[in-house]
């Protein structure tokens, strides 16, 4: 029985799957060799949030449209089936109704076909881009993607700011609620996060987490497991978190300013922090600041490399990007290597074979993608991308010494050449 509800493909969802660990679950890497170096192709999207890959040599590209927001108007989403290597749109769904505005998300199910959630509505298309399905859901705000549970059960949250988070479990097959709705303790602006059949959940105040019961068809909240990251300080929200299988990894001080680029957009007066909270106890659990400085700020999740036992974090808003060792017997963490004046913003892609770290870095009034060796700092591989905003989404696998990049107002497939 397969015990994953998504395709088994290299790069099945955002951030790879559920448990937001960014790297491939099939695949090489890079493996960058001396005299060989980064080059890419790029084209100007609406939007482009992520890409996806489904069988060999099938690659998936969502986009939304945003100018209709500024004037009070519903929006819509579009996915793509894009030629792997020139970008260009092989098969388009149509304007996907979504209404208000947030980059959404999109995934492929074991069931084979393609999942969107954006704006209010969840949506169901076959591989060819072709509507299936549709559902409106309850809440009359942006949902911010979804996580498909070990069961292939869906669980999808609206993104909230003042009013309690809703949680809605949608059955794939059928396209309707599995369950009535589960509201949250707070709101949540994060995206959700889960392992098997248990859903985690970074609210505006603290991480909890909710068991999916088979037996009573529900969300059982975990009145065992919650830590309340805020305390007594004043850091903002939480962004996404990373599941290892050990702990759960996210960071704070996620209100910003961003619209073009994050750096110099923080909203908190202090640091932001990497925060550690143990998946067996929520009382095992550590923050410390990124690098220290004022007024720090993030919108995405940190990085965990479960074979060299390293965690990448990052200061947005000061362009700082720090590594440390992490030592699972005494839960320390011990500063490996860090690089200042770099503008780093989106998530990550980590090929564990081969130790290859993607990020980008913001710089000279553009985007440049770059590639560290993560163990050392080092750098292997940059490009600029052409891209204006400094991204802040999904870069996706590739089928070979590829990857994309996709950075709001275009979609790069950055290549070794």
Request: hydrophobic share 40%; glycine share 10%; charged share 20%.
């Amino acid at each position: 029985m397969n015990t994953s509800g998504y395709l088994a493909t290299p790069w099945p969802g955002e951030d790879g799957g559920a448990q937001r660990l960014q790297a491939p679950r099939t695949g090489a890497g890079l493996a960058l060799r001396p005299g060989e170096k980064l080059a890419c192709i790029s084209r100007r999207t609406w939007m482009s949030t992520m890409t996806l890959l489904g069988a060999p040599g099938e690659v998936y590209l969502l986009t939304h449209s945003v100018l209709r927001a500024k004037l009070g108007l519903p929006t819509t989403a579009c996915v793509e089936r894009i030629d792997a290597q020139s970008l260009k749109t092989l098969e388009r769904s149509p304007r996907l109704a979504g209404g208000p505005m947030w980059p959404g998300g999109m995934a492929l199910h074991r069931n084979g076909d393609l999942y969107v959630v954006y704006g209010r509505y969840l949506h169901r298309l076959d591989r060819a881009c072709q509507p299936k399905a549709q559902l409106q859901l309850s809440v009359n705000e942006p949902y911010n993607s979804f996580v498909i549970l070990d069961n292939g059960l869906l669980v999808t949250k609206n993104l909230s700011t003042k009013t309690p988070a809703c949680l809605s479990v949608i059955d794939a097959a059928t396209l309707r609620p599995a369950c009535a709705d589960t509201q949250c303790p707070e709101p949540s602006i994060a995206r959700l996060s889960a392992i098997g059949n248990t859903v985690y959940v970074v609210g505006v105040r603290s991480i909890f987490r909710y068991h999916w019961r088979a037996a009573t068809s529900a969300l059982e909240f975990d009145a065992d497991w919650r830590f309340d990251y805020i305390g007594e300080s004043s850091q903002s929200y939480g962004w996404d978190v990373v599941l290892d299988g050990e702990n759960a990894w996210f960071m704070d001080n996620g209100a910003h300013r961003y619209v073009i680029r994050m750096i110099g957009n923080g909203v908190s007066a202090t640091p932001n922090r990497l925060i550690r909270v143990s998946m067996r106890d929520a009382s095992d659990h550590q923050t410390l600041d990124v690098c220290g400085l004022a007024a720090g700020c993030i919108t995405n999740p940190p990085l965990i490399d479960l074979q060299r036992k390293i965690v990448i974090g990052y200061d947005s808003a000061n362009r700082h990007l720090q590594a440390w060792r992490f030592d699972p017997a005494s839960s320390s963490l011990t500063p490996l290597w860090q690089k200042t004046a770099f503008g780093c913003a989106s998530h990550l892609l980590l090929y564990p074979q081969t130790g290859e770290l993607v990020c980008n870095d913001y710089r000279h009034g553009g985007e440049e993608v770059v590639l560290l060796a993560i163990e050392s700092g080092t750098e292997l591989g940059r490009v600029r991308s052409g891209g204006l905003m400094q991204g802040v989404v999904f870069p996706g696998a590739g089928w070979g010494r590829d990857f994309y990049w996709s950075s709001m107002d275009r979609l790069t497939r950055v290549f070794v050449a």
